[in-house]
Nanobody
């Protein structure tokens, strides 16, 4: 059973930085592409970033150049470094495999960026 536990979200001022973490269990982490996703109030969940099992990265245009996704296969951990945060980055952030396992969505972690 896949378990995903996100952490690190909080209230931050515009222009600030945050590092999100995701603890992964129940799968062979090193062999999976992993992604970060977010859902803002009243909007659909959207793709933010991906890191493949080979550590190739991909980003949504809205975060390119500001966010960095990384992974630690020894610890089964996924990270998202978020810099130059904007109010429009406010959302609940989730990690999952990519493509996502629908039954594995965790609680997410709330990021709120104040202007």
């Amino acid at each position: 059973q896949v378990q995903l536990v996100e952490s690190g979200g909080r209230l931050v001022q515009a222009g600030g930085s945050l590092r999100l973490s995701c603890a992964v269990s129940g799968l062979t982490f090193s062999g999976h592409n992993m992604g970060w996703f977010r859902q803002a109030p009243g909007k659909e969940r959207e793709f933010v970033a991906q890191i493949t099992f080979a550590s190739t990265t991909e980003y949504a245009d809205s975060v390119k150049g500001r966010f960095t996704v990384s992974r630690d296969n020894a610890k089964n951990m996924l990270y998202l470094q978020m810099n130059s945060l904007k109010p429009e980055d406010t959302a609940v952030y989730y990690c999952n495999t990519n493509p996502p396992v629908s039954s594995a969505w965790g609680q997410g972690t709330q990021v709120t960026v104040a202007s």
